[in-house]
């Protein structure tokens, strides 16, 4: 009976971990929000913003929020309320409800007769836009080479924006 207790026990440990974010340190990653990307064709930004979320240097910063059904739902639903993410008190509102600390949303977009994959991140607490981003394409299929230097640029900002937080690694 003692065992399944201990079970009980451990399991709890390790979802509060991974709910919160906490390395074996103890200490707390932010929490990134990443919305799907709007323009583009049916999937695109979707696409991305799960690329987005796989870089390695995000993975490494941040605690990404999962993309679960729920989460989808509520950015669907906070989309439609909204009209789209379209400045930096909406995209912080949506992370406020997602549980996140910084929130990443993106656009794809024709101008000029340029392709533009166009990335910004908010401080959900200040609701500030700390950075933003934007590369030209060809086709849509060149972006994913884009991310890496992308996530760099947006790493490098939420650095300098939060130096001051006491927990920031």
């Not at 909204?82 to 977009?109: C, E, P």
Request: aromatic share 10%; charged share 20%; hydrophobic share 40%.
């Amino acid at each position: 009976m003692l065992k399944k207790w201990h079970i009980v026990v451990l399991l709890l440990f390790y979802c509060n971990i991974a709910a919160y974010g906490q390395t074996a340190t103890g200490s707390t990653r932010p929490r990134l929000g990443i919305l799907p990307f709007t323009g583009g064709t049916e999937g695109d930004g979707e696409t991305i913003a799960t690329l987005f979320s796989l870089q390695d240097n995000i993975r490494d910063t941040f605690t990404v929020v999962p993309r679960t059904n729920a989460v989808n739902a509520l950015v669907a639903e906070q989309a439609f309320q909204f009209s789209g993410y379209t400045d930096s008190d909406t995209i912080a509102r949506l992370g406020q409800m997602l549980n996140a600390d910084f929130v990443v949303s993106g656009h794809i977009r024709r101008f000029s007769g340029r392709n533009l994959v166009i990335t910004t991140i908010v401080n959900v607490e200040t609701f500030e836009l700390l950075a933003g981003d934007y590369r030209e394409y060809r086709n849509i299929e060149d972006i994913p080479a884009l991310l890496p230097s992308i996530t760099r640029n947006m790493i490098t900002s939420v650095r300098r924006g939060v130096s001051d937080y006491p927990t920031w690694q």
